[in-house]
């Protein structure tokens, strides 16, 4: 079995979900990185 991780930032603000990547600020609502939670 492989271990796959993979990594979300999910908005605290308008629940925008970056897959991956963690953006300088929120597309949706324009929220500061400082703003997102980490998943995963
Ligand atoms: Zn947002």
Redesign the pocket.
């Known amino acids: 079995m492989e271990e796959r991780e993979t990594t979300y930032y999910v ?6 979900v970056s897959d991956g990547i963690l953006p300088d600020e ?6 500061k990185k400082e ?1 997102f939670v980490k998943f995963g």
């Not at 929120?26 to 929220?31: K, N, Q, R, S, V």
């Open positions: 908005c605290n603000v308008c629940g925008y929120c597309p949706i609502c324009g929220a703003r």
